[in-house]
């Protein structure tokens, strides 16, 4: 069994699941391995993603890729502008027989939820899932109900057409635990996705290979992973470093600092490690930490984007040397 901290931990081969997920994925999203592994470390974290990509290259396809492969409650919102908080969250309906109002749930009250195109919706209706995200319970006429666990958001937008959208404010791009781009398909991949199309459709090969007890349990293990202090002092340097660059108008809050620990914490799990690396940190940073900046005018006069500002600054910040591991292979 294997061990982390002194701590048993509840799977022998815990890196088998993640591998087996990845797998089933893969049959509905062909060449966008990183990405998917990416989307599975917001999964072991229990953190919210969000895709924000151009229309057609798999962005919904990928969610209900992920929810299928859990065997755990999966609801969708396509996100308008005329939709309302109570479509999300749910009302309270008087019931005449009992002389009482009673809650009738949302989407929200669900295990994995997918706001698909999240920035058509108002801004209001936006507000909804704040809660949600953070506290995991949502308010409805004065009560208080608590989602399902585990609970968590994904989200596409489009970053083309702004028309009838609405951006999402800069406190609920932070309460996203992670932000990816899946791109265009190689030529290869999407001729391969082609011979898939015309057989059936990409998601009637993915299979539930997880149980939402175990998916718990997965994140639960996931938080096991040692990290030595200072490696937490690094991704402490590299979000002050965000708070204080010329280029950058708003930096990483430190929920962006929590966030990079347990990224990376994943990142190590999916990798077989019971600690993390460096490497771990460096490769979970951009895609944690870039959509929680907002830069200043002038740098976006200039063509530089968030992303490019944050590699920059994972080249200036001194990486720590090397530290004995706590544990070994899981």
């Known amino acids: 069994m294997a061990q982390g901290r002194g701590v048993p931990l509840p799977f022998d081969r815990p890196q088998q699941f993640v591998e087996r997920i990845i797998h089933h994925v ?20 229990g953190g919210h993603l969000l895709l924000e990509d151009v229309p057609g290259v798999g962005k919904t396809m990928l ?5 299928q492969t859990v065997g755990a409650s999966f609801k969708r919102i ?14 309270s309906v008087y019931n005449q027989q009992t002389g009482q109002f009673e809650y009738r749930p949302g989407p929200v009250m669900a295990n994995v939820l997918l706001a ?12 909804a899932l704040l809660e949600a995200m953070e506290e995991k319970q949502v308010t409805v006429d004065g009560e208080t109900y608590r989602l399902p666990e585990p609970f968590m958001l994904l989200a596409t937008q489009n970053p083309v057409e702004h028309e ?30 082609l ?40 991704i402490v340097r590299l979000t002050s470093a965000t708070r204080t660059h010329p280029d950058i108008a708003l930096g990483a809050s430190p929920r962006a600092s929590y966030a ?5 914490q994943a990142k190590a799990f999916c990798s077989g490690r019971a600690y993390v690396v460096p490497d771990d940190v460096k490769s979970m940073a951009v895609s944690t930490i870039a959509h929680r900046l907002v ?36």
């Open 295 to 330: 830069l200043q005018p002038e740098a976006r006069y200039t063509g530089k984007s968030a992303e490019s500002v944050m590699a920059h600054l994972l080249a200036a910040v001194p990486v720590p040397a090397a530290q004995a591991a706590a544990g070994g292979s899981l």
């Open 78 to 91: 396509q996100c308008t502008p005329d939709l309302l908080p109570s479509d999300v969250t749910g009302v």
């Open 195 to 234: 011979g898939r199309l015309q057989e059936r459709s990409p998601l009637a090969g993915v299979k539930a290979v997880l149980l939402r007890e175990e998916w718990a349990r997965l994140q639960l293990e996931t938080r096991l992973v040692h990290i030595d202090d200072t490696l937490k002092q690094y």
């Open 116 to 127: 698909d195109e999240m920035n058509r919706a108002s801004p209001k209706t936006q507000s």
């Open 164 to 193: 009838g959208t609405y951006p999402l404010p800069e406190a609920q791009l932070d309460r996203f635990l992670l932000k990816i781009r899946l791109g265009y398909p190689e030529e290869r991949h999407e001729v391969e996705m």
């Open 63 to 67: 969610v209900r890729a992920l929810a």
């Open 260 to 264: 990079l620990m347990r990224t990376a």
């Open 26 to 45: 893969e049959k509905a999203i062909v060449g966008k391995r990183d990405s998917i592994e990416t989307a599975v470390i917001a999964f072991l974290c």
